[in-house]
């Protein structure tokens, strides 16, 4: 007997979706910081053995859309209510998955759900009791757990839940595959987790990277990539005084995708403004929105 599904990462934003993901998953497909809306894609993570196949997707933070990206964010999410075989529904001790509509969803849902009550290292044993007893209350069929993904405390109990629920079914993808995203995709998600670790207010928000060109060889990877921006001022603060910060940014990059790659790249940085793309279909189907 054969099992495989979706298992579908839901929740708030900053909630520790993504570290989640990739703790269960054993590699870093998702880019992780302390800023809420780091994720932006749905992200497929794929964790297999030989008898079943989890596919994971991780999905942006639910916002309001203030913007047509954010738009398009949240159809990602919604693809993700629509097609899980499993939610994994992650809150953290202290809040209350906030949309309403997204909650109803799930609850209304015949869908198997396990809620992920993350960060319990930063808490008492008290208050996570009473986080336990409010979401049983709320979604009655799911099972709760409490956990840490930063520690990664209780994913034996998650993984053995997730295998317990997860339908029979052939595997979905090839067994050597572990995600569906390709080697630009993730090189252009590297670049922009440190434009949100190194840059402050709006700029990180206001950034797009796009990969320009790829080239793989057998020693090193050739990999130039353009940072789109929406105005000239924005353009001037990630450059930084004479290139300065450009050049830390790529640096600290090309440290990250040599690690993710198993071997050495070259990593050009080019900086472009596109006024408004935030709020330009055309520039989001361009930039992978859709």
């Not at 529904?89 to 209304?108: F, P, S």
């Not at 790659?261 to 055309?282: A, D, M």
Request: glycine share 4%; aromatic share 10%.
């Amino acid at each position: 007997m054969h099992k495989a599904g979706f298992v579908n990462i839901i929740g708030n934003p900053n909630v520790g979706k993504s570290t989640l993901m990739n703790a269960l998953v054993g590699e870093n497909l998702s880019i992780t910081t302390f800023k809420a809306q780091t994720t932006r894609h749905r992200i497929m993570g794929i964790a297999n053995g030989e008898d079943f196949q989890i596919v994971y997707s991780d999905t942006p933070g639910i916002v309001n859309p203030h913007y047509k990206l954010h738009e398009q964010m949240m159809s990602f999410v919604s693809s993700a209510l629509k097609d899980a075989d499993i939610f994994l529904l992650v809150t953290e001790v202290g809040e209350t998955l906030k949309n309403e509509k997204t909650l109803q969803y799930i609850i209304n849902s015949k869908t198997p759900v396990i809620l992920i009550i993350n960060k319990i290292d930063l808490s008492s044993q008290e208050v996570i009791a009473q986080k336990i007893s409010y979401w049983q209350e709320i979604i009655p069929r799911a099972v709760v757990i409490p956990c840490s993904a930063t520690e990664k405390f209780n994913l034996d109990k998650i993984f053995d839940s997730i295998i317990k629920l997860l339908p029979e079914n052939p595997p979905y993808f090839p067994k050597d595959e572990l995600s569906d995203k390709s080697m630009r995709f993730f090189a252009s998600e590297i670049i922009r987790e440190k434009i949100l670790l190194y840059y402050n207010k709006e700029i990180p928000y206001s950034c797009e990277v796009v990969i320009d060109e790829y080239k793989e060889k057998d020693n090193v990877d050739y990999i130039s990539a353009i940072i789109y921006v929406e105005r000239d001022s924005q353009k001037g603060i990630l450059l930084g005084h004479q290139g300065s910060m450009i050049k830390k940014l790529g640096t600290e990059a090309r440290k990250d995708i040599e690690n993710f790659i198993g071997k050495k790249s070259y990593l050009k940085l080019f900086v472009k403004v596109k006024e408004n793309w935030r709020n330009n279909l055309n520039d989001l189907k361009r930039f992978g929105y859709e």
